[in-house]
């Protein structure tokens, strides 16, 4: 079975920063293609970042200049990087990334931004 471990989530005050973690399972690579994705009740999963295996990323327009999604050079491990956290970015986050073909996902961390 291969799920990542997310880590990193908590509680910030608007314009506070967090790091989101992702480690892979028994340190395999599976971030060549990666992604994280959030959600809030009621809505569906939004794509936030993505890593292409050439590390070309792509952002949500709602966070562009303000998060940052990297990778170890060993494919296993992700991260986001996020500053400037607003109100809205309050969300459970969940990383992505494949193995044989498959999707794989984070169990969710909660980010909590309010005053």
């Known amino acids: 079975q291969v799920q990542p471990v997310e880590s990193g989530g908590g509680s910030v005050h608007p314009g506070g920063s967090l790091r989101l973690s992702c480690a892979a399972s028994?340190?395999?690579?599976?971030?060549?293609?990666a992604a994280w994705y959030r959600q809030t009740p009621g809505q569906e999963r939004e794509m936030v970042a993505t890593m292409s295996p050439g590390g070309t990323t792509d952002y949500a327009e709602s966070v562009k200049g303000r998060f940052t999604i990297s990778r170890d050079k060993a494919f296993n491990t992700l991260y986001l990087q996020m500053n400037g956290l607003e109100a809205e970015d309050t969300a459970i986050y969940y990383c992505?990334?494949?193995?044989?073909?498959?999707?794989?996902w984070g169990q969710g961390t909660q980010v909590t931004v309010s005053s």
């Open positions: 028994g340190r395999i690579s599976i971030f060549s293609y």
């Open positions: 992505m990334g494949r193995y044989y073909g498959r999707n794989v």
